[in-house]
């Protein structure tokens, strides 16, 4: 079938397995790439040139391996091989594992922070039972503190994140082996039967290949028809396993505020379960965070709110429409609905925003992210909270450390944000200080 030589990505392309596909289900680590793509990789390019003396256990090496070959071009084996080793890497590893949580792409996830992040926590803080992430995106950083603490209180606005947080954590009854009938029965359709639906209508050509999107039209109507026959866990997994397979084959650069326009080269949906567990010592909420701020008593709150101009419910509408499944009109080249719940973090009223936020939390730790991915090219990406403004509030608030990260730590290999810092402000609450600094503000309340 595959005659000449060519490259890992080349075939993955024709599987229907993205590259990223590849390297995440490999579990490729992110540094090593980096290297590669700074020519650091000398040595394991000479182990790369013995590939055509693998044997049986190639499928493993190539596991190892396919990074190379993605990004060296120049370094091209035997497509035989090559596809070998992925049907291999596909069979044992790609059906059976399931997908995790972090294998998103999301504006701003503290996915390869979390590690930086938990650990000052943990230096900084004490007694802490209830954990709060108020605005939490991807949920990176719930993920990690689910083991550790009594209670996870896990919010965002999005209507998407809400239900990626009920699949993955929610507790609640599912049966493994009826998910993989469904999503079976859904890898086994051919599109050319089905007909056009909402979303192939709207998306299919723009943000995604048009078969793709029949099929993702489809599969979304088809888990409405059979909600009665799924239990509350089973239809958010079924959801969350729909938008993580489909975030890989995306026309777009990580977000759905535009799509690319190139021709869509030909791809194949193939769904994969997501990694679902349920905690009971979770709560999930979808509540604009300065209301859910009043009701709230906590230990600590992680606060990592959007910074500049760019709204989540714009970037990710895509998600939005696919999982409210309300075929709203949609308008503009983006094909957005009317905008619904538009965030004053991106406006500017951001620094009023927070200060009502702090001053409304009754918690004894504040952690806050904050960063200035500002590039002066880009208006909509500069700050809407200025740095001395953040500090001033946490100030008011109590005792406040400042901790930094260099861009180095989660940037590697990346030049184009150069002075990019990300720092964490960690607040123990003084509540007389706080009374007292923001007396004006509650009294205005
Ligand atoms: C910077 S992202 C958080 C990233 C997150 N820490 C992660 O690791 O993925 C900010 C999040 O805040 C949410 N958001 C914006 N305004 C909000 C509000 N007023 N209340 C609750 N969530 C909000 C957005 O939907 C977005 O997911």
Redesign the pocket.
């Known amino acids: 079938m595959y005659s000449r030589d060519c490259t890992l990505k080349e075939i993955g392309e024709k599987c229907g397995h993205p590259s990223q596909e590849i390297q995440q289900t490999a579990d490729i680590e992110l540094t090593q790439l980096d290297k590669i793509a700074n020519n650091e990789q000398s040595s394991s390019v000479r182990q790369f040139r013995s590939l055509d003396e693998f044997g049986d256990a190639m499928h493993l090496k190539l596991v190892e391996y396919s990074e190379f070959a993605i990004n060296i071009p120049s370094l091209r084996v035997s497509e035989s091989k090559i596809l070998y080793g992925l049907e291999a890497l596909f069979q044992n590893t790609i059906h059976q594992k399931p997908i995790s949580l972090e294998s998103r792409r ?6 390869k922070l979390t590690k930086w992040i938990m650990d000052l926590i943990d230096k900084e803080t004490e007694k802490v039972n209830t954990f709060v ?9 719930s993920n990690q503190a689910i083991p550790k603490y009594k209670q996870v209180i896990i ?4 209507f998407s ?1 809400n239900v990626i947080y009920k699949g993955f954590f929610e507790a609640g009854e599912w049966d493994v082996e009826k998910l993989n009938d469904i999503i079976t029965y859904y890898n086994a359709l051919d599109p050319d039967m089905l007909q056009e639906n909402y979303f192939s209508k709207n998306f299919g050509g723009k943000f995604y290949e048009h078969n793709v999107a029949k099929l993702i039209g489809h599969i979304r109507q088809d888990i409405e028809n059979i909600k009665s026959k799924l239990t509350v866990k089973e239809y958010n997994i079924l959801l969350s396993t729909l938008i993580y397979n489909i975030d890989k084959l995306a026309n777009t650069v990580g977000h759905f505020d535009a799509y690319i326009k190139k021709q869509i080269r030909v791809q194949q949906l193939h769904l994969r379960l997501i990694n679902a567990r349920d905690f009971n010592n979770v709560k999930i909420y979808r ?4 209301e ?1 701020a009043k009701r709230l008593k906590s230990d600590l709150v992680y606060i ?4 500049n101009s760019r709204q ?2 714009r970037f990710y509408h895509l998600y939005e429409t696919l999982v409210k499944w309300d075929k709203p009109l949609l308008f503009g080249v983006a094909l957005k609905p009317a905008p619904e719940n538009n ?4 406006t500017t009223k951001a620094r009023d ?1 927070f200060e009502h936020l702090v001053v409304n939390l009754n918690t004894r730790f504040l952690v806050v ?1 904050y960063n200035n991915t500002y590039n002066s090219k880009s208006h909509s990406s500069e700050n809407k909270i200025r740095l001395e403004e953040i500090e001033s509030i946490l100030n008011k608030c109590g005792k406040t450390k400042i901790f930094e990260c260099s861009h180095k730590f989660f940037n590697t290999g990346k030049t184009e944000f150069e002075d990019h810092k990300e720092l964490l402000f960690i607040t123990e609450v003084d509540d007389k200080r706080k009374n007292k600094s923001f007396s004006s503000v509650l009294h205005w309340r």
Do not use: W
């Open positions: 999301y504006i701003g996830n503290k996915a992430d108020i605005f939490a995106g991807t949920a990176s950083v919010n965002d606005i999005l994140n509540e604009n965070a300065n859910l990592d709110p959007p910074y989540y419910n965030s004053l973090y991106c925003a992210s």
